[in-house]
């Protein structure tokens, strides 16, 4: 029996632009996104710390690498990021730049909330080599997660566990001699506790509706009433930022010759030593500040001062807080409150059972920026994020200033 999903938007080839810069980061955008819907994530729902943030430089080049977990959306990645970024004050030039997997844009739920293109808007670039080499060698501060994918998916029962990691980032250390600054998740494996994952049902999922996982058993509500495929708990986030590592110096430890230019074998050492020593430091960190895993005395608190936030900030009001923030950067106030609720009367899709695919149908319907109609398909692609960046087809402008 399928489920009641719609079929995956297929990659569509985009024609690159012949070399011109095209930054796909809005700063604007995100701005405003942190400010009026990921702040009452931030400051009620997750109400993260961040310990050891005076170990970030102000320039790069430099590698922030953090742990995956949650078996949820990103959050704790986006949480970061957003925190990091507020923190610094929210410049064009201080932004982090996040490489994350491609396949977070293919289909439309594996975005936040069906947000068009809402991981590069936001200061993401695709995930490969070359793309990673150019951002260093631009001189930016990349947050990485050298998990990957398998970091979220790895299930409840081997939380805090770090999975493997890929090891392009080491070479990549080692070319640009940029620090690699280990960043520690704690209380992240509770944002879905008790999830799992099996490997048969990942594959179907990964293959049919390109969604890398499905946790279980949360994912099955998350089948039927679409709001819930964004939920998480109100887990403590707390984000620990660990010493720089050396990563030439970890080369030269493994017996690499040429520490600047390894080869594999030592790449494939000096990774496993770098896991080595984020697994002990998350492990401290775990001891250290994973008592309170949701701080419930602290929600409390949180919730009595958010008042009017309070529905942006529970996980039932996000779908409305950020579709609606989207819709209303495009068009006029609303004329009445009827207005208001007629315009946006088919977020109501969020909340019904099996509301994909009338999800899925206002969006083929309904012109932009609601939906796609009278929109070829390469624009429609376009539109979406749905193809793969790559820099030496679209080049990055040079770094604005702080």
């Known amino acids: 029996m399928r489920l009641p999903l719609p079929l995956p938007a297929m990659r569509v080839h985009v024609a690159p632009p012949s070399g011109i810069p095209d930054d796909r980061f809005d700063p604007e955008w995100a701005r405003s996104i942190v400010t009026r819907a990921l702040g009452p994530m931030l ?44 923190r610094d004050g929210m410049t064009d030039g201080g932004k982090l730049r996040t490489v994350y997997e491609h396949q977070l844009s293919l289909a439309w739920w594996m975005r936040p909330f069906g947000i068009d293109d809402f991981w590069r808007r936001g200061g993401g670039v695709d995930m490969t080599f070359d793309n990673f080499d150019g951002l260093l060698r631009r001189g930016d ?16 029962n081997h939380r805090y566990e770090l999975q493997r990691f890929h090891t392009s980032f080491v070479r990549l250390a080692a070319r640009h001699d940029a620090p690699v600054i280990p960043v520690h998740v704690v209380n992240g494996e509770w944002l879905h506790p008790f999830g799992y994952t099996v490997g048969f049902v990942d594959w179907l999922f990964q293959h049919v509706w390109l969604v890398p996982f499905l946790p279980l058993p949360i994912g099955l509500l998350a089948i039927v009433l679409p709001w819930f495929w964004f939920f998480a708990f109100p887990a403590h986030l707390v984000f620990v930022v660990d010493e720089p590592i050396d990563v030439r110096r970890v080369l030269s430890l493994v017996g690499a010759r040429e520490p600047a230019n390894p080869d594999e074998v030592d790449v494939h050492r000096a990774t496993e030593e770098i896991r080595r020593r984020m697994q002990r430091g998350l492990h401290e960190g775990v001891a250290r500040w994973g008592k309170s895993r949701f701080d419930l005395p602290g929600l409390w608190r949180a919730m009595r001062r958010a008042r009017g936030r309070r529905w942006r900030a529970t996980p039932a009001g996000w779908p409305l807080a950020f579709v609606r923030h989207e819709r209303d950067r495009a068009r006029p106030p609303a004329r009445n409150r009827l207005h208001a609720f007629l315009r946006d009367a088919d977020l109501c899709f969020f909340y019904l059972p099996f509301g994909w695919p009338l999800l899925s149908l206002v969006r083929m319907l309904r012109r932009p920026p609601y939906g796609y109609r009278k929109l070829t398909a390469e624009q429609r692609a376009m539109r979406e994020g749905r193809f793969v960046w790559r820099l030496g087809e679209r080049p990055i402008p040079p770094r604005p200033s702080v």
Do not use: C, Q, T
């Open 43 to 86: 400051d009620v729902w997750f109400r993260p710390d961040v310990h050891g943030a005076e170990r970030i430089p102000e320039h790069g080049p430099v590698i922030l690498a953090g742990n995956h977990s949650g078996n949820a959306f990103p959050y704790d990645a986006i949480m970061l990021d957003a925190l990091l970024w507020r």
């Open 141 to 156: 501060r990349v947050l990485y997660f050298p998990e990957g994918v398998p970091g979220i998916g790895k299930g409840f």
